[in-house]
């Protein structure tokens, strides 16, 4: 549970959720019975009868049907959730990952540690290469991972292009970005940025945002640099 306590925040960018919720409750587990689901391109929203009452969650898109009984580990609630594909907004909804749907290497679902490993597997293949933005404030890839003790807290600019895109885990999306700059020997050739905006893979995108270093989300976890808070623009 450290780890859902330490992130203050990802689910597809077909759901594109947008908060504007108080501090979430960390909830271990979640059971109950499926009254209602409702599926969206990656993830399915279940309505679900519990011991305290209906109450709404989501986890992973997965074939289920009402009457069924499910498990949900991991839980985070989260209040005032607006979903754009369901045009509907949660006063409260618990996100997690429904039991026995794979390995919990880090402690908080597949999920996340798919958007947390240090090298990630990028889903796209291929050169990159990408004009560097321009302004005071922008920097390459590899600049803001090597000067990241200069650039701490400061706001920066990045174009780059998006080569892993994860939706929506502790409410946020997580975006690895690489502009060809920096190398993979040393690790400076791959940015993660968090951010509530949406991208695919394989966009050229300009990011704005703040850096951060020493980000540690428990679990083994920890990066020396990030870029925070970002807004995206093509």
Not at 93 to 101: R, V
Not at 102 to 119: E, I, L, N, V, Y
Not at 170 to 198: E, F, I
């Amino acid at each position: 549970m450290k780890l859902l306590l330490a992130v203050f925040v990802l689910f597809c960018s077909s759901v594109g959720w947008s908060a504007e919720q108080a501090a979430p409750a960390p909830v271990a587990v979640v059971k109950g019975e499926v009254l209602e689901v409702k599926d969206v391109e990656s993830y399915s929203y279940l309505r679900l009868k519990t011991a305290d009452g209906e109450m709404w969650a989501a986890v992973g898109k997965a074939p289920i049907k009402a009457g069924a009984r499910v498990t949900i580990e991991n839980v985070m609630m989260m209040n005032n959730f607006e979903s754009k594909s369901l045009k509907r907004t949660f006063q409260k909804i618990a996100f997690g990952s429904l039991a026995g749907t794979g390995p919990r290497a880090d402690g908080a679902g597949s999920q996340m540690g798919a958007a947390h490993s240090g090298m990630p597997k990028t889903e796209f293949v291929g050169d990159v290469k990408v004009a560097k933005a321009s302004g005071a404030d922008a920097r390459t890839v590899a600049e803001v991972i090597t000067k990241s003790a200069e650039l701490k807290d400061k706001s920066v600019q990045v174009r780059g292009k998006v080569v892993k895109f994860s939706a929506l885990i502790m409410g946020k999306n997580w975006v690895h970005l690489r502009d060809g700059s920096g190398s993979a020997a040393d690790r400076t050739d791959d940015l993660l940025v968090t951010t509530m905006d949406q991208a695919r893979v394989g966009d050229v995108v300009i990011v704005k945002g703040v850096v951060r270093t020493d980000k540690d989300f428990g679990a083994g976890y920890a990066y020396k640099v990030l870029i925070e808070e970002a807004s995206l623009r093509q």
